[in-house]
T-cell receptor, first 113, second 112 residues
Framework: ELKVEQNPLFLSMQEGKNYTIYCNYS?????LYWYRQDPGKSLESLFV?????AVKQEGRLMASLDTKARLSTLHITAAVHDLSATYFC?????????????FGEGTQLTVNP | EAQVTQNPRYLITVTGKKLTVTCSQN?????MSWYRQDPGLGLRQIYY???????DKGDVPEGYKVSRKEKRNFPLILESPSPNQTSLYFC???????????FGPGTRLTVT
């Protein structure tokens, strides 16, 4: 059974600080996705990482994938209040076809002024 | 506007009364999925579909049925709902595997 673990699950940080969210998974995969969910809202796609060493950046967020370590990171640079949300990673096992996805529990990020 | 729509958005029902949650996308996407979201458990995939008439089970398919008769629609059917199916349900679609998913607004279901 594929396990996807995010840590931390809760993160409270000050504006202007940097931090990293970690996503570990238990099976071979080269397809990892990051999503954002605002309170009471749906999910929004942030990044799609499709190979070992993939790095993508959008604004203050940067995601990377290390398939050998089975680890993805979401790095936040100089956090601002607007980044407060819950962030999910999701993994597609390499041996499956289609859109089989397993999500992590989510990291609830609060950025304080 | 590219979007995934779900109906109803909110539903309160009783145990055993069959219900259908509809999902429709206007992006000509081949892949569609259903998820349920429960506190502390993240999102769990119920069923997914790779094309018309092609569906497969996700992590928690028990108690649910799906069908994909048209490319744009992917309804979720609960033949005999039970209280443990009280949850927030999301439908999502994507062009193919390896592409971002677009999520619907969610359906909050309560089964009493």
């Amino acid at each position: 059974e594929l396990k996807v673990e995010q840590n931390p699950l809760f993160l409270s940080m000050q504006e202007g600080k940097n931090y990293t969210i970690y996503c570990n998974y238990s099976t071979t995969s080269d397809r990892l996705y990051w999503y954002r969910q605002d309170p009471g809202k749906s999910l929004e796609s942030l990044f799609v990482l499709l190979s070992n060493g993939a790095v993508k950046q959008e604004g203050r967020l940067m995601a990377s994938l290390d398939t050998k370590a089975r680890l993805s990171t979401l790095h936040i640079t100089a956090a601002v209040h607007d980044l407060s949300a819950t962030y999910f990673c999701a993994v597609q096992p390499q041996e499956t076809s289609g859109s089989r996805l397993t999500f992590g529990e989510g990291t609830q990020l609060t950025v304080n002024p | 506007e590219a979007q995934v729509t779900q109906n109803p958005r909110y539903l309160i029902t009783v145990t055993g009364k069959k219900l259908t949650v509809t999902c429709s996308q206007n992006m000509n996407h081949e892949y569609m999925s259903w998820y349920r979201q429960d506190p502390g458990l993240g999102l769990r995939q119920i069923y997914y579909s790779m094309n018309v008439e092609v569906t497969d089970k996700g992590d928690v398919p028990e108690g649910y049925k799906v069908s994909r008769k048209e490319k744009r629609n992917f309804p979720l059917i609960l033949e005999s709902p039970s209280p443990n199916q009280t949850s927030l349900y999301f439908c999502a679609s994507s062009f193919s595997t390896g592409f971002e998913q677009y999520f619907g607004p969610g359906t909050r279901l309560t089964v009493t």
